[in-house]
């Protein structure tokens, strides 16, 4: 499974590709919004910035509904850097756009997926990444998990090339569900990936070691 932060905060951006385990990025206009990003030249800009910090898929999102504004955006965004992959809302224009994109060599993430149809109309249109929102699910009383069992599965029987990017992750176990779901990417906070790194028994594990570790120092 791939690992994606779900930020465009650049500081986080740099913290995870520090790692060594960042495969991409996915923003959103309320990520863009928190960091007080203004203008299509900063929008523009910012995209640029993370593209020159990680070497991976970027998602930029548009920022309109109807399908000519749509393609003109993401031809804007798509001429960035040859790694970012316009995300586009599960609307109809929005479907339209992803075929023409799909069909103009220009990569996609269909967003907003809330149901295993939108992510089948998705991938039939040809969309790169179909990204399954499960934390807003689970706060709405379903089973997010569910869903990416159930887009699995449709992809799997149906032979669609188009990952499975889950998002809207709350926690390091969201993650880990994702990976036993068979999930193809997941984009999570920062703060849900280093959740990953939590064990007390590590904690107490390594304090010990150290502790011994003096006697033969
Ligand atoms: O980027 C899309 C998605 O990850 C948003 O997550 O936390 O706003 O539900 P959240």
Not at 23 to 37: H, Y
Not at 90 to 106: H, V, Y
Not at 161 to 186: F, M, N, P, Q
């Amino acid at each position: 499974m791939k690992f994606f932060i779900d930020t465009a905060n650049l500081d986080q951006i740099k913290e995870a590709q520090d790692l060594g385990i960042l495969d991409g990025v996915t923003t959103n206009p309320s990520l863009m919004a928190k960091e007080g990003i203004k203008g299509i030249d900063a929008v523009m800009k910012h995209y640029a910035d993370i593209c020159a910090i990680v070497d991976g898929d970027i998602s930029a999102e548009v920022v309109t509904t109807d399908f000519a504004t749509m393609i003109e955006e993401g031809k804007k965004f798509a001429a960035i850097n040859k790694n970012i992959v316009v995300k586009v809302p599960m609307i109809k224009d929005g479907i339209k756009a992803i075929k023409w994109f799909s069909d103009n060599g220009i990569r996609t993430n269909c967003t907003l997926i809330f149901s295993a149809g939108q992510a089948l109309l998705a991938a039939k249109a040809g969309a790169s990444y179909v990204s399954p929102f499960l934390g807003r699910i689970d706060d709405s009383g379903w089973d997010g998990m569910e869903l990416i069992y159930q887009i699995r599965g449709l992809f799997d029987i149906q032979g669609y090339k188009t990952e499975i990017l889950a998002a809207s992750i709350r926690s390091a176990l969201h993650i880990i569900k994702c990976a036993e779901a068979g999930a193809d990417v997941c984009t999570s906070p920062l703060e849900s990936i280093l959740g990953l790194l939590k064990h007390p028994l590590t904690d107490i594990g390594l304090a010990k070691f150290l502790e011994d570790a003096k006697k033969f120092a």
